[in-house]
Each structure stands twice: as C-alpha cells, then as structure tokens.
C-alpha cells in the first residue's frame, strides 16, 4: 500500500480532501457553536441542555431553539424558568439574527455583554429576575427594531443609557426593581413610559 501511494500522490490529496470536506460538512453552524459558549457559561439548570449537541449541523432541533427555516439561523433563544446559573456570554451577540431573547426568571448573574448589541434584528428581550448587575450598555441603543425590553427585578446599577433614546419601536419597557439612578431620558421614545416603567 507504502508503494502504491508514493505513485499515486493524487490519491492521497483526494483521500486528504475528503476527510476535511467530511468533517467541514458534519461541523456545527457559527450560530449553533454561539449556543454552546452559551451552555459551557451557565454552571447548572434543570437539564434542559440534554440535547445541545456539538456533533450536530446546526441548533434548530435543540431545546429552546427556533431557527429559522430556510436559513437555519436561529431566530428565537426562550429558557425562561430553567434555573440558569451562570453569565451571558459576550458569544450571544454573534446570534445576529435572533429576534426574541427569553431568559427571565433564572439565576443569572453578571453584567449585560454589550455585544448583545449586534444582535440587531431583536425584537423581545426579556431579562427580568435574574442577579443581572452592572450597567445598560450603551450598545443597546442599537437594537432599533427592538419592542419589549424588560429588564426588571435585576440588580442594575447607574443611569438608563441616552441611546435607548434610539429605540422607536418600544412599546414595553420596564427596568423597575434595580437600583438605578438619575434622570430618564425625556427626549426619544422613552418619555412615552411612566415611571413605573
């Protein structure tokens, strides 16, 4: 066999390349490997994880997972009531086409990635009661297309970010129960809120 690949090297190249096209073909979507930065982050839940697994094409079949069905991008990430432990990752913000985030009511804990503003086609985001701390980042005014945001019964610090003024499409919006502080702002959409917003 020695003999017969040293006179045939096109052989082996064609063997070598078809291995990595194997292994290219059965590897997991950017966004499906997003998803697992996602799950090696959180430290303990209720196993709903199960069937997140890295040997799969992509994500669309995985708990809590919609992708959408052409595309195969995920579209929709909804764990609320999971019993989450753990921070977001900063890799989230690489689901660029996911329009509803649900990860209310767990036991998150850490500060907001501001690269959850590149996540741009968002149109839920749902946060509340978690141990969220920190600050709004800024990044979030660019998820114009966003509706809801509900950040509420976290432990938010500082001050609601100006660029939320950007958010003209806001209809819900509540980031009571934190502890943040000094003026609203009363220029862009958020002046329709009242202060139980």
């Known amino acids: ?10 052989f082996l190249f064609i ?9 290219a073909a059965g590897a997991l979507s950017s966004d499906g490997e997003a998803l697992l930065a ?3 982050a959180i430290t303990n839940s209720d196993g709903v994880f ?16 919609k992708c959408d069905r052409h595309s195969k991008r995920v579209i929709y990430l909804i764990l609320p009531y999971h019993k989450l432990v753990g921070p977001i990752p900063p ?19 850490g500060s907001l990635p501001p690269e959850l503003g590149n996540c741009t086609k968002l149109q839920q985001l749902y946060l509340q009661g978690n141990y969220i701390s920190g600050y709004i980042p800024l990044e979030f005014g660019d998820l114009v297309e966003l509706e809801t945001l509900d950040l509420s019964s976290n432990t938010l610090k500082g001050s609601i970010p100006h660029s939320l003024d950007n958010l003209t499409k806001l209809a819900s919006f509540n980031v009571s129960m ?7 702002p009363s220029d862009g959409s958020l002046a329709n809120f009242n202060e139980t917003s």
């Open 50 to 65: 199960l069937n997140w697994h890295e040997q799969d094409a992509d994500p669309c079949n995985w708990k809590g997972v």
């Open 38 to 40: 996602f799950k090696k």
């Open 1 to 10: 066999m020695g003999f017969f690949l040293r006179k045939q090297p096109s």
């Open 15 to 23: 063997l070598i390349i078809l291995h990595w096209g194997a292994r």
């Open 178 to 184: 934190n502890f943040l502080t000094g003026a609203i």
């Open 91 to 109: 890799e989230v913000g690489r689901l660029n086409q996911l329009q509803t985030l649900s990860l209310q009511e767990n036991s998150l804990y």
